[in-house]
């Protein structure tokens, strides 16, 4: 109960905050302009041959805009709620809340609400793009690699197309997508949202070891990302190849190479290090 | 009854102890008062009391039972610290409500008249951070005395104040003390120890020692 | 900061450099000549035989991340906490920002020459091939291109983030940068401007100088180019600085 009480005060505290007004207008803008291009793109396009609501989404691979997304991504999940616990060193306003909730309730307060802010910057504005796109576009199943009488059609679906050794081929979690795009989609959004909010934390426990230079905060999970990229550069000489960019495990696209491990890690790492982090922040003194 | 007792209370930072073997009894609804020097320990004194620092040796024990700082304590406690504030982007009322919704023990009602107790408005639409000195030590006062706390840790309480703000201060912890509450105030202003204690502690170089009263 | 902080962010770059090229190392060595191997690993190239154009690589800007990160609050932070003391002594204002940012100048030099020349060592461990003049004439552009977008980018963050403080100001910059990056790369769908080649050059970040190899003038001429932008960066820095109303400041801090 007492946890509750201290999430629900920081969680206030979050969404009046400018850092998260600021997070989530980024991410808003970015579904707005995402959806107004695809608009654009498709407004002498004669209905049959335009592509399927699910495929201009902007949280699929071929989305015009990605890039800018992807770039811009890591260091947008910060903004939320990460840079609360130094706010509170800052201005001294912390002897008021320890005080009041007890350092365990504080810091645990602090690691769920990095995670349910970052969650809300994306689950929210994607769920509105996912809206825009289904009223606006088609639903008739042209998909951006082609369409049912296409020949690469099943091949991208069942990978068979896929000439490298490999640990995964083909569009995951098949069924769903073959039974309801806009479920799938869903679910992927859910993904990306669970990923951002693991990503926030990850920076929301970095800032308790540090006493200033908020500006730091961005170094944690953009670090990831590189890494990331750079591992799936040397995968590629191994036997196997497995995708080591995070990014293709939270975006809808058909890449190959994609094990259950990699975010199975990332996962198991952010909950020991949260773990311990929690522990060092509830025995140090801020003095 | 309220009452604080201290053994054998350490407080090593940095291979300097800051308290010496301090051991308190403190009882019922008295005002006790601390002077020292600067750096003598009095601030740090207050953080232990308070559960916001771990003693290296010794306990701390407010109604019977010891002090968490990990955990939340049962007993409620109300502090004014140096140099701490409030979030300055928010008002003074949304501050304290905010601080409030953390034990929902008070509503919006007894935030404003906390704030109305310290001569502040309570609809006062500037920031905290457009507040002056002596505007935020009274906000940190409301904070402290909004809950109606048992025990009340005030340093330096009557810091940047006008003279109506020192008389309103003394007003607050005289009707602290009344109410039931242990009232714990340092401060280098001889009169307000002189005017407001019913008993004195001198602070030197982490030591405490009880001050004789003419 | 002080200054053992300051070199020891600058020389960071070396061992990050070399840790993320580990693999390079132990690969085969390429027949590519040392300024091409160079200017493809920060850069990247867009555009037809005809067209070609250098662009920053936005999945490779770790180097410019981390210059922004950790210098992006060095000059608002002490005009934060002393500029009542310091500009209550000081005669002009101005001439402690020129010096500030001129500072900030020299550490981007270092900072890119550090990175080059890690770079260049990689490079030469990498390729069968010698230094030649070419080679050389590619690095002394590449440092003028890098230096002049980490002093004006750092130096932008540090003036935004007097107002708003050093995150909102750091992800505003390089939300700009990505932009400009962006439209680098899409430079031929913009409508009239994007006929014409050399409208690139008003892009500071399409490294357009690289693509005119065999013409020094307008090499030459897009340093300068360079120079400017940086000079007037620092002018309207000046400017601004001088002013802002001392100890007034209303703005949260992110």
Redesign the interface.
Known sequence: MDLLKSIKMQFILMINSISFKVGFSIVMIYVLTSYIVSLISNMSTDIAFMYSAHALFCGVEFSKLRTIFEVVFPFLVVFPFSFSYLTDLSVKIHPYLLGRMGRRNYFAGKIVTNFIGSFIIIFVPFCVNLLLCYITFPWNNNHIFGDYNALNYASELLGTNVTINTVQSGVPFLKLFLYSPLAYNLMYICIFSVFSGLASALSGIVSFYIKNYKILLFIPVYLLFYIGNFLNILSVRFDKYINFRLMDYIYVNPSFGRSFVVPLCFVVFMLVASFFSFRYACKKEEL | MHYIETRNLNKELKGNLVLKDVNLNLRGDKIYGIVGKNGSGKTMLFRVLSGLVRPSSGKVLLDGNEIHVEKHNAAKIGLVIENASLYPAFTGLKNLMLLAKINNYIVEEEVRDAIKRVGLDPDDKRVVRKYSLGMKQRIAIAQAIMEKPDFLFLDEPTNALDAEGVEIVRNIIREEAKRGALVFLASHNVEDIDILCDETFKMAEGSLYQEARE | MSIWGKITRTISIVPITFL?SL?LLISDKQDISIGSMLTHRILGQVGGESSKAFVLV??N??YL??FN?FF??IISEEFRFSSVYLFSRLKNRKVWFYKKASEMLMIASIYTLLFLGSNIFICMFCSIRKIEINDIKVFLVLFGLITMILAITTTLINLVSIRLG???A??TV??CV??LV?ISLEHENIPFLGKYYYTRVFNPLSGVALNLSENLIAQCIILVYYLVLITLTFILGGNYINGIDIALI?C???
Do not use: P
């Open positions: 993320f693999y936005l999945s800007l770790l991340v981390l990160i992006g609050n050093s995150t909102t750091f992800i390089y939300i990505v932009i962006f209303d949260e801090s992110v």
